[in-house]
């Protein structure tokens, strides 16, 4: 553990703040015993290996080591290999230190560079690391549950529509054979209508308003012959 002679008998744990945070350039100048700044969200496997390799003294993260959107086994690694975890200390935090910065973390999670103090974080234990893995693995299971049942349900009841477009309204146009313009009220559309003139008035092809598109087929002098969306989002003259 890098230690510094001043302060050595203060309590709490002492280190070099390396910034590993994306852009940072800490992990090249890491030393065994380094204290390592991350701004990991839900902290992988592979992110928690790399940090258990160059063997820091403590991990603090600018964000949770788990938020509860997924399972992650990468805080119980850490700890397994007795790195003090401190979390949610902050984007500020980054700013407020320079790489190689010697400082101090104290048990209550508060964080000093001599006797100023520059952050303040939350200790993770392994209690909170099991209870956050299991509530996110719990949380996804049941959101996995409700998306599959929602499809399946939807697959029951639109089956025929589905396999066989039973339900399916004629188009009332022959489409076969022709070509086919598709405008859907996206950026610039109605530009996009203007270039395709020569195309439209060449080829007469099928012409397809989606939504307000029909509406900007129509203002430009051209009848959409098929029409598709919500009536609600589509002017009463088309």
């Given at each position: 553990m890098s230690l510094f002679s001043r302060t050595e008998e203060l309590p709490g744990l002492h280190g070099a703040l390396r910034d590993c945070t994306p852009g940072g350039n800490g992990m090249k100048k890491f030393r065994a015993g380094d204290i390592a700044v991350i701004n990991a969200a839900n902290i992988s496997?592979?992110?928690?290996?790399?940090l258990i390799d160059v063997q820091p003294a403590a991990v603090v993260n600018v964000a949770e080591f788990s938020t509860g959107a997924i399972p992650n086994y990468g805080p119980h690694m850490l700890l397994d290999a007795e790195v003090l975890l401190l979390e949610n200390v902050g984007t500020d935090f980054i700013a407020g230190f320079k790489d190689g910065k010697k400082a101090r973390?104290?048990?209550e999670g508060t964080i000093y560079a001599g006797d100023k103090v520059i952050g303040e974080?939350?200790?993770?234990?392994?209690t909170k690391a099991e209870k956050d893995f299991s509530e996110a693995r719990r949380s996804l299971v049941e959101r996995m549950e409700?998306?599959?049942?929602?499809?399946?349900?939807f697959i029951h009841s639109e089956g025929p529509l589905l396999i066989d477009g039973l339900?399916?309204?004629?188009?009332?146009?022959?489409?076969?054979?022709?070509?086919?313009?598709?405008?859907?009220?996206?950026e610039d559309h109605r530009n996009h209508i203007k270039g395709l003139r020569n195309f439209i008035r060449e080829y007469e092809p099928i012409?397809?308003?989606?939504?307000?598109?029909?509406?900007?087929?129509i203002a430009q002098g051209y009848t959409p012959d098929l029409i598709v969306?919500?009536?609600?989002?589509i002017a009463t003259e088309s």
């Open positions: 496997r592979q992110e928690a290996q790399a973390i104290t048990d974080g939350t200790s993770v234990e392994r409700a998306y599959f049942g929602n499809s399946i349900e339900g399916i309204p004629e188009a009332g146009s022959e489409m076969k054979d022709r070509k086919v313009v598709i405008v859907s009220p996206s012409l397809v308003g989606v939504d307000a598109g029909a509406d900007s087929l969306g919500n009536p609600r989002n």
